[in-house]
């Protein structure tokens, strides 16, 4: 049995971290273990930013965003050689097993980390909740809320206006956020990086919605999928209907947690706790239909996760 353990939070930052972060300390503390937090990710291995923490490191943390540890991307790790640095200061403190809470890369560096030796154990967190074998990542209920709450603001200026306004959400490679608020918020389009579409059929759409007494369209874009800049220059143009755009940004990143994210966030660490120091090792914790499961590291790392075609073709049936 494990009896000193770390945690570290990498990649992007997302609502809920600092839950997921409290749910380990205290679970830790409760079953005797010590726990450290690493600063800044996988850069505060390299650099030795490790301190103990206890019950009260944790205070007064689970209705913040972002994560009291910091986080951050570490290029630096891809090499060997900088991870055994990294393995020599967890040793020198003789920790034994690291939790680390972060995407898909976040996963892949604790994959490497694993293959020096070291107990390791993974947390799904990443707002574009795009990690495979997981239902759900940390942050990203959260997010989804934020980007619904601006749909519903944007709704009530464009029909003020008879407006047609695209929102860009964040999602290079995925989709997920744009399609899950899309359709949450009633979204007349959805534009994301998995599925092709027809600019000048759905401008032409658009035209002849208007034209027989439709007040405003909304069309959310995933930055993936394009520019909503330059989208909403050449829906202009084609429609001849003012519209303008929004760019939500890192807004998305921030804000105090759902108690989706609270309570999925606090389960994960618990069970993320209870299994390195039992033990397991190599696996990330996830979730499959509200149920917690375990998830070989190497395969969350190295698959990709696909959007649900039954959102798209849902998307376009509503639309």
């Not at 103990?52 to 490191?57: A, I, K, P, V």
């Not at 007064?60 to 290029?75: K, N, S, Y």
Request: glycine share 12%; charged share 25%.
């Amino acid at each position: 049995m494990l009896s000193n353990i770390a945690i570290l939070t990498s990649g992007n930052d997302c609502p809920g971290l600092n839950a997921a972060i409290r749910a380990v300390v205290r679970t830790a503390r409760h079953d005797g273990v010590r726990i450290w937090g690493v600063r800044n990710g996988f850069k505060g291995l390299l650099k030795d930013q490790i301190e103990e923490l206890n019950t009260r490191s944790v205070g007064d943390i689970i209705q913040r965003g972002g994560t009291v540890l910091g986080t951050g991307r570490c290029p630096e790790f891809l090499e060997e050689e900088n991870r055994k640095i990294a393995l020599e200061n967890l040793q020198k403190r003789g920790i034994e097993g690291v939790i680390v809470i972060g995407g898909a890369g976040s996963q892949a560096g604790a994959m490497e980390l694993g293959k020096l030796g070291m107990n390791v154990i993974g947390i799904p967190g990443t707002i574009e909740n795009d990690v495979w074998g997981t239902d759900y990542t940390i942050g990203s209920d959260t997010a989804a809320n934020t980007v619904v709450d601006a749909i519903n603001k944007l709704r009530d200026t464009a029909c003020a206006h008879r407006r047609i306004i695209l929102l860009e959400v964040m999602g290079k490679t995925s989709g997920w956020l744009a399609m899950e608020t899309g359709i949450a918020g009633g979204a007349e389009y959805v534009l994301v990086p998995e599925a092709k579409y027809n600019l000048d059929r759905m401008c032409t759409e658009i035209r002849q919605a208007y034209e027989a007494g439709k007040r405003y369209s909304i069309i959310v874009v995933s930055e993936g999928a394009g520019s909503a800049v330059e989208l909403g220059k050449q829906v202009g143009e084609k429609t001849q209907i003012d519209t303008r755009v929004t760019v939500l940004g890192h807004i998305q990143r921030g804000g105090s947690p759902t108690v989706q994210d609270r309570i999925n966030a606090s389960l994960l660490g618990e069970k993320a706790v209870l299994g390195l120091i039992n033990g397991k090792t190599d696996i990330m914790y996830g979730l499959d239909t509200g149920t917690v499961v375990e998830i070989p590291l190497e395969d969350a790392a190295r698959n990709t996760k696909t959007l649900d075609p039954e959102f798209i073709r849902l998307s376009r049936v509503l639309a």
